[in-house]
């Protein structure tokens, strides 16, 4: 497994939406790409694709989260 350390800091788009990023890319032919990261303070594991149309998150990382979420339909 490669390991490489990215940092970005991205400004506030004024609704508080996402103030920084840090995470650690992992790197695996076999299992994809993944960051190692984290929401609102909260760890997590995240898949890079590419190609997603919709952001999936795990309920118990959403839970942990205690923010309001907005439900929209999946567009298939």
Same mark, same amino acid.
């Given at each position: 497994?490669?390991?490489?350390?990215?940092?970005?800091?991205?400004? +506030?788009? @004024?609704?508080? *939406?996402? /103030?920084?990023?840090?995470?650690?890319?992992? $790197?695996?032919?076999?299992?994809g790409l993944y960051l190692e990261?984290?929401?609102?303070?909260?760890?997590?594991?995240?898949?890079? +694709?590419? @190609?997603?149309? *919709?952001? /999936?998150?795990?309920?118990?990382?959403?839970? $942990?989260l205690n923010q309001q979420f907005?439900?929209?339909?999946?567009?298939?």
């Amino acid at each position: 497994m490669v390991k490489t350390r990215s940092q970005a800091t991205m400004a +506030d788009s @004024g609704n508080g *939406e996402l /103030l920084a990023l840090l995470a650690e890319m992992k $790197k695996s032919m076999e299992a994809g790409l993944y960051l190692e990261g984290s929401i609102w303070g909260v760890p997590c594991l995240m898949l890079v +694709d590419t @190609g997603a149309k *919709e952001t /999936l998150l795990r309920t118990d990382i959403a839970q $942990k989260l205690n923010q309001q979420f907005i439900y929209t339909a999946p567009n298939i």
